[in-house]
Nanobody, 129 residues
């Protein structure tokens, strides 16, 4: 029904920056929160950030607060994740996900992404030391 495609991943040195983008297409719903999750090899998927439909609130994992910024452009059906001051521990496959609704961002928090209806294929982010 809805397809999400991430882009922007790559290899970057510690301290560098990357900007990930997620484009939605297909049968998009009227209002939806967009979240970013990541999964490192051998580890569980974990929450990174989420933004509500209205763009009035955001919520971040403690591990990325102050370094990552989530934003969205509803006219283009995209959500971005600006990642600064990257660390080797940020290395993971990053996924965007969508969940219907327009409550505050905190409402859409879930550590493993439970409740999210659609997922992208992921984009690899590798941070070298």
């Amino acid at each position: 029904q809805v397809q999400l495609v991430e882009s922007g991943g790559g290899l970057v040195q510690a301290g560098g920056s990357l900007r990930l983008s997620c484009a939605a297409s297909g049968r998009t719903f009227s209002r939806y929160a967009m979240g970013w999750f990541r999964q490192a090899p051998g580890k569980e998927r974990e929450f990174v950030a989420v933004i509500n439909w209205s763009g009035t609130s955001t919520y971040y994992a403690d591990s990325v607060k102050g370094r990552f910024t989530i934003s969205r452009d509803n006219a283009k059906n995209t959500v971005s994740l600006q990642m600064n001051s990257l660390k080797p521990e940020d290395t993971a496959v990053y996924y965007c996900a969508a969940r219907a609704g327009d409550y505050s961002a905190r409402y859409y928090y879930s550590q493993r992404g439970s409740g999210y209806d659609y997922w992208g294929q992921g984009t690899q982010v590798t941070v070298s030391s």
